[in-house]
């Protein structure tokens, strides 16, 4: 992530820059708010362009970098060092520390130096010990939370909203991706295009999964989580409406598992859905909840156990 050093006659504090950073007196409008007359409602740009960072003055009164007066409207690459004087009477400047590409991430409100890499699926505070699932959904392009022993989604989330993680508070940092990448075509593809064959091991012991799509296999492997879907349809399968919904206690009784587990396996199962099939829509029905209870969303599947459909 991108770090500057921000000094003013009377302090100096360290931030980093969003993919598109606006410096102003607006404060509705800029990323960082410069508190003086001289100062342009809009003033400068700083713009994430791979694998550069640009500046630009969009400013009345101009800007100096290095000391040296630059073009209006006229992008200028950064390099890690550089010092930006706004207004170009030496009260406002900024000192470029770091620049990395823009990353999304969490700031502890205590330390700006103490930071949260976030993906897009990361289980907060870590891996071992979880309190929070966090994830940006792919089909709504915003991201959530869920308490792990609750299963309660919250959000969205939008950049500067506060995180609460066992008691201590976090600002998200968001930046935003390549449009490219983001926009959704009208023939995007749909997890649902996809057969989900499911293979159990005669105990039942093993379960492993393998998805079919117009193009390729493949294979998830054996996952704890690939048998709570498993689970879950066949429960689904046995409902005369086919509705598929499954209280979440009775869930708990049937596996043997505390619901913070069943969570963990929940979150897990859409990250590894997110990341083998990448860009496309309908993650947001893949496992669905109301209150106390869940489902799958599944439209194609096959269950084999010890090499005999069962569905």
């Known amino acids: 992530m991108a770090l500057f050093e921000f000094t003013t006659p009377s302090s100096t504090r360290l931030d980093y820059l969003r993919d598109y950073h606006t410096f102003g007196r607006r ?10 007359g001289y100062i342009s409602k809009l003033h400068a740009v700083i713009e994430w362009r ?14 100096k970098l290095n000391n040296k ?5 006229k992008p200028v690459v950064l390099s890690e060092g550089d010092v930006i004087d706004f207004g170009c009477v030496g009260e406002a400047l900024l000192k470029l ?7 999304s991430m969490l700031i502890s409100e205590k330390a700006a130096t103490d930071v949260i890499d976030i993906n897009d699926s990361t289980l907060l505070p870590n891996e071992e010990s979880p309190e929070l699932a966090l994830y940006l959904c792919p089909d709504r392009q915003q991201w959530f939370s869920e ?6 989604e919250k959000g969205p989330f939008d950049h500067g909203d506060i995180l609460n993680i066992g008691g201590s508070h976090w600002r998200f940092f968001l930046v935003s991706e390549d449009m490219a990448t983001t926009e959704f075509a009208v023939n995007q593809a749909s997890i649902n295009e996809a057969m989900f064959r499911f293979d159990l091991s005669q105990d039942e012991e093993s379960t492993s999964l393998t998805l079919i799509t117009a ?7 054996e996952r704890s989580h690939h ?10 399968l046995s409902q005369p409406d086919g509705a598929g919904w499954l209280d979440s206690q009775l869930l708990m009784k049937e596996l043997g598992l505390e619901e913070a587990h069943i969570n963990i396996q929940i979150f897990r199962a859409r990250k590894q859905l997110a990341e083998a099939l990448p860009g496309t829509s309908g993650h947001s029905k893949f496992i669905e909840r109301r209150r106390g209870a869940l489902r799958v969303g599944l439209e194609r599947f096959e269950i084999f156990k010890e090499g005999v459909r069962e569905t």
């Open 97 to 103: 520390v770091d620049l990395k590409p823009p990353k």
């Open 50 to 63: 791979a694998p550069n960072w640009l500046l630009k003055d969009v400013s009345r009164n101009g800007l």
């Open 27 to 36: 404060s509705d409008v800029v990323d960082t708010i410069l508190h003086y």
């Open 227 to 236: 048998y709570l879907l498993v689970h879950l349809l066949r429960h689904r």
């Open 215 to 221: 193009n390729d296999e493949l294979d998830l492997g």
């Open 147 to 152: 308490e792990v022993h609750e299963g309660v």
């Open 69 to 73: 007066i630059i073009p209006a409207q």
